[in-house]
T-cell receptor, first 114, second 116 residues
Framework: EPEVTQTPSHQVTQMGQEVILRCVPI?????FYWYRQILGQKVEFLVS????????KSEIFDDQFSVERPDGSNFTLKIRSTKLEDSAMYFC????????????FGAGSRLTVL | AQSVAQPEDQVNVAEGNPLTVKCTYS??????LFWYVQYPNRGLQFLLK??????LVKGSYGFEAEFNKSQTSFHLKKPSALVSDSALYFC??????????????FGTGTKLQVIP
């Protein structure tokens, strides 16, 4: 069964450093998303991406965040200057271009900011 | 704006008993409703969805959910719980009027504990 793959599974970084989280969505999916989950609790929407541009973003997704689909395969989330409160599990998801919008999630990338 | 409420942080049920995990939603247009399950250290997995049609929808692993428009609810149910059902369950909603690329909003999650 097709999977959304995410790397790295766990990254530890110092506050103020840049981090790039990578995702390979399912090949025939056209909609891409990043969500985050802090301490195994609420799953928070960050951003959705379609047709090579951001479709929607939340208030969390401020100027320190950016997304990119550099090569038609990978979908990346960049955090320019990490803060302690950015520590979370970051999930990439993708979906097919249909009305149902069932999201397929990756296993997540755990980010720890020290 | 759209939102989801899961009023119970945790639900405990004995193995073999029926289970219900509650969810209510708020959305401007027609709701697209979903249930996802998360096992420890894993991503969310899709269980079932409601878009239109029959109010009772069936999904994976014997789960089902009932859409109630008047009560704006979408409770998850299973006739007979298994220990392996123990996990974190998330209800989610999207405004059916919006494009497929628009966000899906998740609830805070309910931890289901099935006691042997």
């Amino acid at each position: 069964e097709p999977e959304v793959t995410q790397t790295p599974s766990h990254q530890v970084t110092q506050m103020g450093q840049e981090v790039i989280l990578r995702c390979v969505p399912i090949s025939n999916h056209l909609y891409f998303y990043w969500y985050r989950q802090i301490l195994g609790q609420k799953v928070e929407f960050l951003v959705s991406f379609y047709n090579n541009e951001i479709s929607e973003k939340s208030e969390i997704f401020d100027d320190q965040f950016s997304v990119e689909r550099p090569d038609g395969s990978n979908f990346t989330l960049k955090i320019r200057s990490t803060k302690l409160e950015d520590s979370a599990m970051y999930f990439c998801a993708s979906s097919v271009p249909s009305g149902a919008n069932v999201l397929t999630f990756g296993a997540g990338s755990r980010l720890t900011v020290l | 704006a759209q939102s989801v409420a899961q009023p119970e942080d945790q639900v405990n049920v004995a193995e073999g008993n029926p289970l219900t995990v509650k969810c209510t939603y708020s959305v401007s247009g027609n709701p697209y409703l979903f249930w996802y399950v998360q096992y420890p250290n894993r991503g969310l997995q899709f269980l079932l969805k409601y878009i239109t049609g029959d109010n009772l929808v069936k999904g994976s692993y014997g789960f089902e959910a009932e859409f109630n428009k008047s009560q704006t609810s979408f409770h998850l149910k299973k006739p007979s719980a298994l220990v392996s059902d123990s996990a974190l369950y998330f209800c989610a909603v999207r405004d059916g009027r919006s494009g497929g690329y628009q966000k899906v909003t998740f609830g805070t999650g309910t931890k289901l504990q099935v006691i042997p």
